[in-house]
């Protein structure tokens, strides 16, 4: 599974970090966002479910809101409220089982930089 993930920089309020999942021979059972500040562990960020069911770490909820679409196998997270603490390396994430292996695998994106302002 290969992910291209777009987005990042200075970014301002509004602005999205995409990505987009793509190989064969797989189902996604979930999609997310992680993203890891200096000296830090790499933490969630929020996930989406293939069921659509969502959830946020503390510290973003009601100010990013992710969203995904199954379908075409892309994930999208939407910054609002932006404050300087959300500075980190952001990574992509996807949770994936062979449709005909059934085994389950990790897949992530090498990562973007978020940069606030403050």
């Known amino acids: 599974v290969q992910l291209v993930e777009s987005g990042g920089g200075l970014v301002q309020p509004g602005d999205s970090l995409s990505c987009a999942a793509s190989?064969?021979?797989?189902?996604?059972?979930?999609m997310g966002w992680y993203r890891q500040a200096p000296g830090q562990q790499r933490k969630l960020v929020a996930q989406?479910?293939?069921?659509?069911?969502?959830n946020y770490a503390d510290s973003v909820a009601g100010r990013f809101t992710i969203s995904g679409d199954i379908g075409k196998n892309t994930v999208d997270l939407l910054m609002n409220t932006l404050k300087p603490e959300d500075t980190a390396v952001y990574y992509c994430?996807?949770?994936?089982?062979?449709?005909?292996?059934?085994?389950?695998?990790?897949?992530w994106g090498q990562g973007t930089q978020v940069t606030v302002s403050s």
């Open positions: 994430y996807v949770q994936t089982i062979g449709v005909r292996t059934q085994i389950y695998r990790d897949n």
């Open positions: 989406i479910f293939s069921n659509g069911h969502t």
């Open positions: 190989g064969s021979d797989f189902t996604i059972v979930r």
